[in-house]
T-cell receptor
Framework: DTAVSQTPKYLVTQMGNDKSIKCEQN?????MYWYKQDSKKFLKIMFSYNNKELIINETVPNRFSPKSPDKAHLNLHINSLELGDSAVYFC????????????FGPGTRLTVL | QQQVKQSPQSLIVQKGGISIINCAYE??????FPWYQQFPGKGPALLIA?????SEKKEGRFTISFNKSAKQFSLHIMDSQPGDSATYFC??????????FGSGTKLNVKP
């Protein structure tokens, strides 16, 4: 059973489009995250939710909007896609509390043409 | 400003050798220092982690050395194997799981 799953695995789209990436975890964790990994492999946190509540919102354009319908799901919606949004997006989850282990999903490779 | 600085960017080691990756941080509030391993096409996976109250942690062939006064920590992979070839990330966190990652080290272990 996959602990943290993401769909789709690959996403190719045109500039200006709106797209969503879905994430689900079956670990019973309270906290979920979105990370962006750029072409140089640099991994940067974008958002963090704890029990459906936003707790970390880094300096991310407001074209990016996370949505957590329940604590097992954290989706990422991106409006008006730009070339610079091309990256691999990782969802992760952790039990919560201080400095806990994060479990990452397999990633979604987004290519904006 | 990058909170965690990692070096080297890439590393080539012969099979059986020791791989050493270094990280440095500035923020003394960090209280958890994990290392993640990432294979191509996969998400990062926790390899080993340490808290600042110990100077060393060993799990199998993997050892973290931690120097609190120097604000540095390193990963040592003993008897490196081709299957260890991957990208390794150090990270540091505090305050409700906000993690800062290093820039990654691509390790290539030659057979």
């Amino acid at each position: 059973d996959t602990a943290v799953s993401q769909t789709p695995k690959y996403l190719v789209t045109q500039m200006g489009n709106d797209k969503s990436i879905k994430c689900e975890q079956n670990l019973g964790h309270d906290t979920m995250y979105w990370y962006k990994q750029d072409s140089k492999k640099f991994l940067k946190i974008m958002f963090s939710y704890n029990n459906k509540e936003l707790i970390i919102n880094e300096t991310v354009p407001n074209r990016f909007s996370p949505k957590s319908p329940d604590k097992a799901h954290l989706n990422l919606h991106i409006n008006s896609l730009e070339l610079g949004d091309s990256a691999v997006y990782f969802c992760a989850s952790s039990q919560g509390g201080r400095s806990d282990t994060q479990y990452f999903g397999p990633g979604t490779r987004l290519t904006v043409l | 400003q990058q909170q965690v600085k990692q070096s080297p960017q890439s590393l080539i080691v012969q099979k059986g050798g020791i791989s050493i990756i270094n990280c440095a941080y500035e923020n003394t509030a960090f209280d958890y220092f994990p290392w993640y391993q990432q294979f191509p096409g996969k998400g990062p996976a926790l390899l080993i982690a340490i808290r600042p109250d110990v100077s060393e942690k060993k799990e199998g062939r993997f050892t973290i050395s931690f120097n609190k006064s120097a604000k540095q920590f390193s990963l040592h992979i003993m008897d490196s194997q081709p299957g260890d070839s991957a990208t390794y990330f150090c990270a540091a966190s505090y305050n409700f799981n906000k993690f800062y990652f290093g820039s990654g080290t691509k390790l290539n272990v030659k057979p």
